[in-house]
């Protein structure tokens, strides 16, 4: 059986693709990104049908989220755009999907064979 598609959303990204204050909390900003990703994993995105694998790369201030079912965390040690490119190079061999509007971010995947999306994919 094939794995079910694995979609990587570039948290500090997607948080920052709308300005509603959070930079004030960029743990919680983080936490509502993470739920409202849920539905996806069983229902699917626009063009990607589901079940999904959705993983979450979180940095900085946004360390310490937890996963939650559906939706699998991954705090970056370091620079998430890089953890991002090492779990797109770690599955080869599946459908790879990142959000992300960051351009050398999706520069970087794309040559791994990676499809990219923008953060309004995942946004409300």
Same mark, same amino acid.
């Given at each position: 059986? *094939?794995?079910?598609?694995?979609?990587?959303?570039?948290?500090?990204?997607?948080?920052?693709?709308?300005? *509603?204050?959070?930079?004030?909390? $960029?743990?919680?900003?983080?936490?509502?990104? $993470?739920?409202?990703?849920?539905?996806?994993?069983?229902?699917?995105?626009?063009?990607?049908?589901?079940p999904l694998e959705l993983v979450?790369?979180?940095?900085?201030?946004?360390?310490?989220?937890?996963?939650v079912p559906g939706v699998r965390?991954?705090?970056?040690?370091?620079?998430?755009?890089?953890?991002?490119?090492?779990?797109?190079?770690?599955? +080869?061999?599946?459908?790879?999907l990142v959000v992300t509007a960051?351009?050398?971010? $999706? $520069?970087?995947?794309?040559?791994?064979?990676?499809?990219?999306?923008?953060?309004?994919?995942?946004? +409300?």
């Open positions: 059986m *094939d794995a079910a598609p694995l979609v990587i959303v570039d948290a500090a990204n997607v948080v920052g693709s709308v300005p *509603d204050g959070w930079w004030r909390d $960029r743990r919680g900003a983080a936490e509502r990104v $993470r739920d409202q990703l849920v539905p996806y994993a069983d229902e699917g995105l626009p063009g990607l049908a589901g979450l790369v979180v940095e900085g201030g946004a360390r310490g989220v937890t996963s965390v991954v705090a970056a040690p370091g620079s998430g755009d890089d953890r991002i490119v090492e779990l797109v190079a770690e599955h +080869p061999d599946r459908a790879r960051d351009r050398e971010l $999706r $520069r970087r995947v794309t040559e791994l064979g990676a499809e990219v999306t923008g953060p309004r994919t995942v946004r +409300p």
